[in-house]
């Protein structure tokens, strides 16, 4: 079993546990398989995972996000079929995602059987936006080498239907009927997060909240490689804050009103003061903002986001940067110089064929209305 602490059922139950040691199960589970942040999710961001005994279940838990990115054959031996399920949360740089992959594509070099436990998509599965990632990042965004392109940032898919997408357009060898997709029982692509009366258990140690975080994540994700800025970790508010330590309380106040100006859909700024106690700028006191998502539905994460760095930019100019990592995260070509000369319009124009024709795509691997 793939997993992490968000697979739980309707009265709380931690799967993993149940399955491991419920003695009604149907089947036998053998072994996990960690991604980022571990089976019980204590690691940080970016902290390799490695192998141990489950104190509680007994079982081995092998990593995959290490010095190994899926399962080994000798790993796999011990197995008739893998279970992945996990809540991700929407944005291509969410790592499990492209765990998964490697997984499949072990599964199918060993002729495993491969079964997606999906979710609903938090931040609605009905809105795609962003650039399809025109190079391989692998962990936070693959592109397999014969594809144009990945996944745009906001991708607007299940687990499942991005696993049947990646194994009928990308995988080779395919996993065909050995991939199954346990489908999310009366889900509409539409529904709000709480419209599913579902708990929210954090897939990672920085995403507390779905009406918060995940909302703006797709898009302030980016900061986490723009010079001069943090995006809030280190805080119990990452990435709906950021902030600068260049930025004193007079620019801090004309960050906010130069975007409250805007006008922009579903959102509003307000200024705001925090020091982070990890990441970035620890013990820094940092001015910026707070992105107050007021219409979900109207609210553009990216678009926004390209919005922000913009006049941080411009605001800033002696301490903001933008280097080849931001491409590296974004899938956007050239973005440090298109910024300072292009408006986010121009800028999104630039990905708008390739959207079109994932689109496309996206739509034959679509389980729900």
């Keep these: ?32 398989f960690a991604p980022e942040h571990g089976l019980r999710g204590d690691k940080q961001a970016g902290v390799y995972v490695d192998d141990y005994v489950d104190d509680l279940t007994k079982r081995t838990v092998y990593s995959i996000y290490g010095k190994n990115r899926a399962p080994t054959k000798e790993q796999l031996d011990l197995v008739d079929a893998i279970i992945f399920d996990i809540q991700d949360v929407g944005a291509r740089f969410y790592t499990f995602v492209w765990s998964m992959t490697y997984a499949m594509e072990a599964c199918a070099q060993y002729n495993k059987t491969f079964v997606v436990i999906d979710r ?16 391989n990042a692998n962990m936070i965004g693959r592109k397999w080498p014969d594809a144009k392109w990945g996944v745009p940032t906001r991708h607007g898919m299940t687990v499942g239907e991005i696993a049947l997408l990646v194994d009928r357009e990308w995988m080779d060898p395919k ?70 330590p260049s930025a004193n309380a007079t620019t801090s106040e004309l960050i906010t009103r130069t975007l409250n100006e805007k006008n922009l859909p579903g959102c509003h700024f307000r200024t705001t003061f925090f020091t982070p106690t990890f990441g970035n ?15 979900r539905k109207a609210f553009r994460p990216i678009r ?10 411009t605001i800033l100019p002696d301490s903001v940067t933008v280097s080849s990592n ?9 973005l440090d110089k298109n910024i300072f000369t292009m408006t986010p319009e121009q800028i999104e124009a630039l990905w708008q064929s390739n959207l079109t024709e994932f689109m496309d795509m996206r739509k034959k691997y679509l389980l729900y209305d």
């Excluded at 926004?304 to 930019?313: A, G, M």
């Design 1 to 32: 079993m793939i997993t992490n602490p968000t697979s739980i059922d309707e009265e709380f139950n931690f799967l993993p546990d149940k399955f491991a040691l419920d003695p009604n199960v149907p089947f036998q589970l053998t072994a996990f």
């Design 120 to 135: 609903p998509n938090p931040i609605g599965a009905d809105m795609v936006e962003g650039p399809p990632n025109a190079i």
């Design 175 to 244: 996993l065909g009927d050995l991939l199954h997709v346990v489908k999310i029982p009366d889900y509409k692509r539409s529904l709000n997060w709480e419209q599913l009366g579902r708990p929210w258990v954090m897939p990672s140690p920085n995403m507390p909240t779905f009406d918060g975080t995940a909302i703006v994540y797709p898009g302030t994700g980016i900061f986490e490689n723009v010079g001069g800025v943090s995006e809030g970790r280190g805080t119990t508010r990452p990435f709906e804050i950021l902030g600068a």
């Design 281 to 295: 700028y620890i013990d820094k006191l940092c001015g910026g903002l707070q992105i107050h998502v007021t219409d």
């Design 304 to 313: 926004t986001s390209l919005e922000i760095l913009k006049t941080y930019l």
């Design 326 to 334: 931001t491409n590296y995260e974004s899938g956007i070509v050239d």
